[in-house]
């Protein structure tokens, strides 16, 4: 298969966003108009007197008065104008998966969504039984001691164990001396940058020709000084380090830790377990690996699991089965809070309830899928004139997404990776992803396409890419100025970073208005 066929363009779809002149829904407010109007309180009930007077308000808070089927056209109209996530998204690195809606109903239960967080413990059984179930799960497919569910996402997994480590080292006295961890150039940039938010000293190592660096680049590193490895495996780049025992042996030996970041996990799924590599700690996401929601249908969940010489360290509090139930307990040694109570338990619900229904036999069965589909997506694409791949040498199939890159179609048109993202969206392609910093690989993209979409699905797409390569060379200004079919064409990014533009609260936005 080489560039698209006359047949395969005649399939691409006709596309165009919905396009509303729609106000901030704090601009439709009517006064008296309403939603729902809640029922008298049936005996009368003085709030002035019943509350704290710190939490008395002095003023009504100004919210919006709209009525009901106002505000559901409203954001349906939203829900229209957006540009990502609702086409094909095989948006690389990150495993975007489909969320099953039965998970959404279950963790929406009011036994659940109600529960209060400083509830006494024999009230919260069954929450406590499904986290502690699910860490026993989780033990089972990584081999490790102990899980955690507090961190907010992948990068608050690697800084709680650069926390662990400190507080590992500084039990045995050590700290002083073990200053430096070790990661690579193709680790996610989490890892260095949690490291160093920890206190550490970094030393990152260069990719080699095979892919990967070179245990010789290890070796020449490792010292009394190495508090710990973090690495990724396979990197972002789907390439799997073949020598990873002999990595973690060779940290190991002068007396680091070794943690596993398990970002990149669906490809090797119920294959191998970070405990059996020798591994210390790691890391799952659960908002991507497990089905749960991500990419703004949050929050995330960095689910951190470590041996039995490490648990001491944990964050608390700890979920434990005892003969009288399931009860809450903190963690004397442990590195204090790295999230509020139990973190996004909600999430961990919705994995859990992922995980019982694949089964072992089902996530094996998911990561073989994956790995097949992301194969086939690299013998098409690299059909394609003007797209190559990262580390051309590399022989050994991709566990996960590859990275393809667009530079010898960028020195042909002019054209870059951002604009044939760009000119795809119009086709109702979801925007893909192009690839972590540093970018060791010029004009670089990463799609993924997992276990969720069809053998249809991943044709489309690359066929919507291979028209968009075509139509580069046709008629650059095209692609160039493209978006056609969105909600807006494109922005001027320069002033994304600009303090006086950007509002994180409607309070902010209305004063950098002057408005308020």
């Not at 003085?46 to 008395?56: E, S, T």
């Not at 036994?111 to 929450?127: K, N, R, V």
Request: charged residues 20%; negative net charge; hydrophobic residues 40%.
């Amino acid at each position: 298969m080489t560039e698209t066929t006359p047949s395969a363009a005649a399939r691409l779809r006709r596309y165009q966003a919905p396009v509303w002149d729609e106000p901030l829904i704090m601009e439709m407010s009517g006064a008296g108009r309403r939603g729902n109007v809640p029922p008298e309180p049936i005996e009368a009930l003085d709030p002035a007197a019943a509350l704290p007077a710190g939490l008395l308000r002095a003023v009504a808070p100004a919210l919006p008065e709209v009525a009901e089927p106002d505000v559901l056209r409203h954001y349906l109209h939203l829900s229209q104008e957006t540009m990502g996530m609702v086409g094909i998204s095989l948006f690389g690195t990150c495993t975007m998966k489909y969320n099953p809606r039965l998970n959404e109903q279950l963790a929406a239960r009011d036994g659940l969504a109600e529960i209060h967080p400083d509830q006494d413990d024999s009230t919260i059984q069954g929450l406590l039984e499904a986290v502690h179930r699910f860490d026993l799960m989780l033990r089972g497919l990584s081999g490790m001691d102990r899980f955690v569910f507090q961190p907010g996402g992948g990068a608050a997994a690697a800084f709680t164990h650069a926390a662990v480590t400190r507080a590992y080292f500084a039990d045995r006295g050590e700290l002083g001396t073990r200053r430096e961890i070790i990661t690579t150039a193709q680790a996610h940039p989490c890892n260095p940058a949690t490291a160093s938010a920890a206190g550490f000293d970094i030393i990152t190592l260069p990719v080699e020709a095979d892919g990967y660096p070179s245990l010789d680049a290890l070796k020449a590193v490792v010292s009394e000084r190495t508090a710990a490895l973090m690495m990724n495996n396979p990197d972002d780049m789907g390439i799997y380090n073949p020598h990873v025992k002999e990595w973690v042996r060779t940290v190991h030996e002068v007396g680091g830790l070794c943690f596993y970041d398990h970002a990149n996990f669906n490809g090797v799924m119920g294959r191998l377990r970070a405990a059996e590599l020798g591994f210390d700690a790691c890391m799952f996401m659960l908002h991507k690996t497990f089905g749960v929601p991500k990419g703004g249908g949050g929050p995330a969940v960095g689910a951190y699991g470590c041996t039995a010489e490490l648990a001491p360290y944990l964050p608390g509090p700890l979920v434990e089965e005892t003969p009288d139930g399931f009860v809450r307990r903190e963690n004397e040694r442990g590195v204090g809070r790295v999230r509020e109570y139990l973190g996004n338990v909600n999430q961990v619900v919705k994995a859990y309830s992922w995980l019982l229904a694949m089964g072992g036999d089902g996530i094996k069965e998911a990561a073989d899928l994956s790995v097949l589909a992301n194969n086939y997506m690299e013998k098409r694409l690299l059909g394609l004139r003007g797209v190559t791949k990262s580390v051309p040498e590399a022989t050994q199939h991709r566990l996960e997404m590859t990275r393809f890159s667009l530079e010898e179609y960028t020195a042909e048109t002019g054209l870059t990776a951002a604009d044939v993202q760009n000119r795809m969206t119009d086709h109702g392609i979801d925007a893909f992803w192009m690839s972590h910093e540093p970018w060791i690989v010029p004009e670089p993209f990463t799609p993924e396409a997992g276990e969720t979409w069809s053998l249809e699905d991943i044709d489309y797409w690359i066929d919507v890419m291979a028209h968009v390569l075509e139509e580069g060379r046709a008629d650059p200004e095209l692609v160039r100025t493209s978006p056609h079919h969105q909600v807006v064409g494109q922005i001027d990014g320069s002033s994304l970073d600009d303090p006086d533009r950007w509002a994180t609260t409607w309070r902010a936005h209305l004063r950098k208005q002057g408005r308020a």
